[in-house]
């Protein structure tokens, strides 16, 4: 089985930084993509950013320019780091992974718990 575990979710001003992490862990083979969503009360689950394994990175128009996906393959880890924070950007924010695990030939997606992040004067 693997575990996903995200932190550093929090409130911070409009303007302000937050970085984001997520752990993977358990019986894991491979990794694909490492994917960051959100989710805002009232609305549906958007993809915010993905990197692929080989560094390949993929961002919502909303967030490109003020958010940036990295990964270190070795901790099987992946960030978020987010800066100029908005209001807009409110929301759940649930870490995703594409796993190959070592009793299976598939990737299969599992997702973390998810995080709030709060931008607020």
């Known amino acids: 089985q693997v575990q996903l575990v995200e932190s550093g979710g929090g409130l911070v001003q409009p303007g302000g930084s937050l970085r984001l992490s997520c752990a993977a862990s358990g019986s894991i083979f491979a990794i694909g993509t490492m994917n960051w969503y959100r989710q805002a009360p009232g609305k549906q689950r958007e993809l915010v950013a993905a990197?692929?394994?080989?560094?390949?990175?993929n961002y919502a128009d909303s967030v490109k320019g003020r958010f940036t996906i990295s990964r270190d393959n070795a901790k099987n880890t992946v960030y978020l780091q987010m800066n100029s924070l908005k209001p807009e950007d409110t929301a759940v924010y649930y870490c995703f992974a594409s796993v190959r695990t070592h009793s299976s030939g598939n990737y299969i997606a599992y997702w973390g718990q998810g995080t709030q992040v709060t931008v607020s004067s």
């Open positions: 990197i692929l394994s080989g560094g390949t990175t």
